[in-house]
């Protein structure tokens, strides 16, 4: 079946640093979504790609849907505490009904002030 | 604007017993709606998911099952739970048309089996 590859697992960043984390996939997916999630709750959505080679910010966010439909990354910039979690990518394969999703397995981040 | 509403927050159970969970959204109509189990606080798996009313879509044969009696409440039962039902459960909604993937979680349910 369709994997997503998440990396890195875990990142140790110092406040004030940029972050870059991707999603990588065997095959087309036609969307890709990147979540955040705190600790006991569910996950917030961050941001929505609906087309290939889109790129779109939210605050010092920044994803792309990649050219090759095979990939993602989402980009953090001058990274604060409360950027703390583990933020997921998500995406469906064009083989999918649409809403059935797959998710990575989440890149854990911890910032140091 | 929408909310979702996840109850009971934590859950703990014996094996053997039986579960309910329940999920509701506000502020939308005829959502398309989501169950998920987050293991160990990682990756989220699709159990289930509904486009409207009685329909009911199984994505991974278990000892659990799924129940939408009105438009906007999901449910999530097990008549005998296994320990193995542990985890982290997530109930999410999508819009019906349109940009469909886009889901919205609820605040999730933590369940211990004992």
């Known amino acids: 079946g369709q994997q997503l590859n998440q990396s890195p697992q875990s990142m140790f960043i110092q406040e004030g640093e940029d972050v870059s984390m991707n999603c990588t996939s065997s095959s087309i997916f036609n969307t890709w979504l990147w979540y955040k999630q705190d600790p006991g709750e569910g996950p917030v959505l961050l941001i929505a790609?609906?087309?290939?080679?889109e790129l779109t910010s939210n605050g010092r966010l920044t994803a792309q849907f990649g050219i090759t439909r095979k990939d993602s990354f989402l980009n953090i910039s001058a990274s604060i505490p409360s950027d703390v979690g583990i933020y997921f990518c998500a995406g469906r394969h064009l083989s999918r009904s649409q809403g059935n999703l797959i998710f990575g397995k989440g890149t854990k981040l911890s910032v140091k002030p | 604007s929408q909310t979702i509403h996840q109850w009971p927050a934590t859950l703990v159970q014996p094996v053997g017993s039986p579960l309910s969970l329940e999920c509701t959204v506000e502020?939308?109509?005829?959502?398309?709606l989501y169950w998920y189990r987050q293991a160990a606080g990682r990756g989220l798996q699709l159990l289930f998911y509904s486009v409207g009313i009685g329909q009911i879509s199984s994505e991974v044969p278990q000892n659990l099952s799924a129940s939408r009696p009105q438009d906007r409440q999901f449910i999530l039962s097990s008549k005998k739970l296994l320990l193995s039902d542990s985890g982290f459960y997530l109930c999410?909604?999508?819009?019906?048309?349109?940009?469909?993937?886009?889901?919205?979680f609820g605040p999730g349910t933590r369940l211990t089996v004992l």
């Open positions: 790609l609906y087309k290939a080679g």
């Open positions: 999410a909604w999508s819009v019906s048309s349109g940009l469909t993937d886009t889901q919205y």
């Open positions: 502020g939308t109509s005829n959502p398309n």
